[in-house]
């Protein structure tokens, strides 16, 4: 899926957060963005899933314009063709480890059932959490739970995939592994990859490097 980000512009009150910020991303690229804490990574991140709103420009997503779309259609949009990897996990502490990561799926309808738990199994085995399908969230590590999250942004074979310091909660052996997972899997199933990353070794492997800073987003 192609993305297209045009002069975007989000400020709180009379305080910028980022201004005129211009990128694209090809179908199927992968494209990291580094930058400082608190220039507003995770805000361009939640704009280029219309899960934020900005002030000024536009996101694209494959033509769409989603700043003229409500929020049921962004909802939908983001069902089917977005995977997301929030900053902060977001696993849902009622549902055990399998419903977490099925969930994406369970909100896609007429679904073949069996499949489906075939793929949560899959995606557990990926990113080397297998056998932990029946915990519940609080019986986990923060770096499990992390890779649960992941699981779950995979899980539905997104077009588009946006991770948000996917990486950041793990030790080096298990952060490659995981990193595998997540570029492997976009790249066979030709999805562009969004990484928001701290990690030196994970923005290496990207197509492009931008950096987002105070003046604006740099290559
Ligand atoms: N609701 C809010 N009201 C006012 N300011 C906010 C709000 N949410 C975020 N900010 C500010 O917006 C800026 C960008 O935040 P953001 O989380 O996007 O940064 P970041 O680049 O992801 O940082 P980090 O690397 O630490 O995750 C920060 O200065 C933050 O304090
Ligand atoms: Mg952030």
Redesign the pocket.
Known sequence: MSLIVDSLTKT?GE?A?FRNVSLEVASGEFVAII?E????????LNCMAGLDDWNQGRVSLDGVDIGALGDEQRALLRRRKIGFVF?AFHVLPHLDVAQNVGLPLMLLQHRDKHADDQRVLEMLDAVGLQGLGQRLPQQLSGGQLQRVAIARALVHRPQLLLAD?PTGNLDPDTALRVMDALIGQSRAHGASLVL?T?SQAAATRADRVLR?SAHGIST
């Open positions: 709180y305080v957060v930058g804490s608190g220039v507003g990574k995770s805000t361009l900053q310091e928001v701290h987002l």
